[in-house]
């Protein structure tokens, strides 16, 4: 990059400001992880929007790591963020904003701090803004903990009966963490994700109508749109964003839950998708999308940097046919084939997501539709393809 150029992106960029930081600390920055080296002091040219910014302490003996901890920030242009390492906690801390305005802007505004701070890397920027592009800061100041600090090491006595052997065997390695103790000291609660739940139960309805409600959850949706999100469905897409990252990047257990019962809400639906949320579905078809080409990436692959890659929990166990994200695309790949009208749009991004998971996977759905090669031109019993405009009015 040419001097001059590179010159104003440190200007217009934000800066994260980051004092005393131990060496061979993994240090992160949305899909970009580092070791942290002598003279580290931050990340600068950092694009205005949602990141989230994560580590993990090494001990002295360099052969152990402590579980992550995360937190998301929204920076604007010349904005300067500054965080301090406290030895005590092993962790890094707010500082006053007087402290901040009076020690450190003017320093990094006059480049003092510009020879140890490293360059944020924008080819990787697209990508991050694919899987963080719903998460706004009332999205941040709805659901991060107090504090701020998201890591597993809160949530280390949380296991719940209704747990996967995978959910399992993630709890068990946090609580079994010889860093945990002295981490959950520091964290007052973990984050305050949006109550999802499980089975339907109304007041006045019994038998088959209740059954209806759990077998298609439409209506379980269009209530928690109204009542928590206040009908904002980004809103809802920022959460699953949000959970995401905070579990993939974070390794926060409650946090991949979350993921998945959204993932099992939505893909629940099955009105929704082809009647009153068509455009809702074809978002959140695209979010998944992104998410899983991002994390079904190989350990270490574009990872700007770092020796180790982002996607560490997505272990074999993700690949089993038995896993609950495979069924659930099984069940709406079916609902799509058999679909009498579909949205063009969504038509289309649910036959990426399911060539991604054969690509990627290995998963072959052919035996419930294969929605990649859904009805030939001529077929007479293919779905009426809709094109709807932005209020989600059929033009066809």
Sequence with gaps: MEQDKALELVKKGATLLCLDVPQYTLFGIDTQMFTVGPNFKGIKMIPPGPHFVYYSSCNKDGNAFSPFVGFFVITTPSMVIVRKW???????????EEEVEERYCIGVKNLEFDRYLGPYDLTQFKEWNRISNYITKSTIERIQPIGGDITVSSESGFVGAHMTTMEMALAEQSRNSKFSEASEKSVVKGCCYTPIPRVVKQKG???????????????????????????????LLGELQFSYIAFLMGQSLVSFLQWKDLLTLLFSCTQAPFHTRSQLFTKFIKVIYYQLKFGFQKEGENVGGGQ?????????????????????????????????????????????????????????????????????????????????????????
């Excluded at 406290?86 to 006053?96: A, I």
């Excluded at 038998?207 to 980004?234: I, R």
């Excluded at 009498?340 to 990426?352: E, F, H, N, Y």
Aim: with cysteine; proline share 1%.
């Design 86 to 96: 406290v030895h005590q906690e092993e962790r890094l801390v707010r500082l006053s």
């Design 205 to 235: 309805i019994v038998g088959q109508d209740l059954t209806l409600l759990n077998l298609d959850k439409t209506q379980l949706l269009e209530t928690l749109l109204l009542e928590e999100y206040g009908g904002s469905e980004d809103l």
């Design 308 to 396: 180790k890659g982002a996607s560490l929990f997505l272990d074999d166990s993700w690949l089993s046919k038995d896993s609950f994200l495979h069924h659930l695309c099984k069940n709406f790949f079916s609902l799509v084939q058999e679909a009498s009208v579909i949205d063009g749009d969504l038509l289309s991004w649910t036959r990426k997501l399911e060539q991604l998971l054969q690509s990627t996977v290995g998963w072959d759905f052919k035996h419930c539709g294969d929605v990649s090669n859904l009805y030939a031109e001529d077929d007479e019993f293919a779905p009426v393809i809709e094109i709807l405009d932005e209020h989600g009015a059929s033009t066809a």
